[in-house]
C-alpha cells in the first residue's frame, strides 16, 4: 500500500515556541492532504484539507493563524504550531488522498507525531 | 448527519479466540468504509476497503462484511493474538466527499 511518513515522530517544546511537523507521501502524489488531532482515548478529529498549491480549509473551532498548513508540492505538507500551549500537546497524525483504481478515494495515514508542550 | 457508529466500544477476549466488531453508518451517498488497526502512539493502517458492490473483504485472519442495504458492517478476527490489542476504528467515506466520517472505535485487548 502507499506510504506516509511524518517527522518528527514526537517532539516536546517549550510554551511559545513553534513546532512545525511534516507530512510525506512516499510513493504518489498527494493532491490533498489532511492533518487530524487525536486526544488519547478517543478518534481522530479532521483539523483541515490540504489542497497543493492553495490555502487549507479548516475545520469549524481550528484556529487557522495558529495551525498553519503549507502544502507546496504533491508530496510534502506541513503543519506549524505556532505559540504552542500546553493544551496544544497530542497526536497529530496526517493523512494522504489517492484515487482508487476503481473510482473514488483512499486515505493513506502516517505514523503520527506525539507533541508534548511544556 | 453522516455518522458512523461502533460497538462495543471495549472488548475483551483471551488469546485464540474469535470475535466481531460492528460498524452501522448513515453516510450518504456511500463511496466506501474501511477498517483500520491502530496501535497505541501509532497512525490507523489500513485492513480492508470495500465499495458499494462488495460483501466481504478478508486480510488474512481479518474478514470484512458490508450491508450496504442495512449500512452495516462488520470485522471478524479470527485466532486471535496479543498483537491484535489495538483500537479498530471504522472509516466511511461518502461519494464526492474529500472528508471522511470516523467511529470513535473499539478498543480490543487480547489477555495471554
Known amino acids: 500500500g502507499a506510504v506516509v511518513s511524518q517527522h518528527p515522530s514526537r517532539v516536546i517544546c517549550k510554551s511559545g515556541t513553534s513546532v512545525k511537523i511534516e507530512c510525506r507521501s512516499l510513493?504518489?502524489?498527494?493532491?490533498?492532504m489532511f492533518w487530524y488531532r487525536q486526544f488519547p482515548k478517543q478518534s481522530l478529529m479532521l483539523m483541515a484539507t490540504s489542497n497543493e498549491g492553495s490555502k487549507a480549509t479548516y475545520e469549524q473551532g481550528v484556529e487557522k493563524d495558529k495551525f498553519l498548513i503549507n502544502h507546496a508540492s504533491l508530496t510534502l505538507s506541513t503543519l506549524t504550531v505556532t505559540s504552542a500551549h500546553p493544551e496544544d500537546s497530542s497526536f497529530y497524525i496526517c493523512s494522504a488522498s489517492n484515487r482508487l483504481a476503481g473510482g473514488g478515494r483512499a486515505q493513506y495515514f502516517g505514523p503520527g507525531t506525539r507533541l508534548t508542550v511544556l | 448527519k453522516n455518522q458512523v457508529e461502533q460497538s462495543p466500544q471495549s472488548l475483551i477476549i483471551l488469546e485464540g479466540k474469535n470475535c466481531t466488531l460492528q460498524?452501522?453508518?448513515?453516510?450518504?451517498?456511500?463511496?466506501?468504509l474501511r477498517w483500520y488497526k491502530q496501535d497505541t502512539g501509532r497512525g490507523p493502517v489500513s485492513l480492508t476497503i470495500m465499495t458499494f458492490s462488495e460483501n466481504t473483504k478478508s486480510n488474512g485472519r481479518y474478514t470484512a462484511t458490508l450491508d450496504a442495504d442495512t449500512k452495516q458492517s462488520s470485522l471478524h478476527i479470527t485466532a486471535s493474538q496479543l498483537s491484535d490489542s489495538a483500537s479498530y476504528i471504522c472509516v466511511v467515506s461518502a461519494r464526492g466527499a474529500q472528508k471522511l466520517v470516523f467511529g470513535q472505535g473499539t478498543r480490543l485487548t487480547i489477555n495471554p
Open positions: 460498524c452501522n453508518y448513515t453516510v450518504s451517498p456511500f463511496s466506501n
Open positions: 510513493d504518489f502524489q498527494a493532491t490533498t
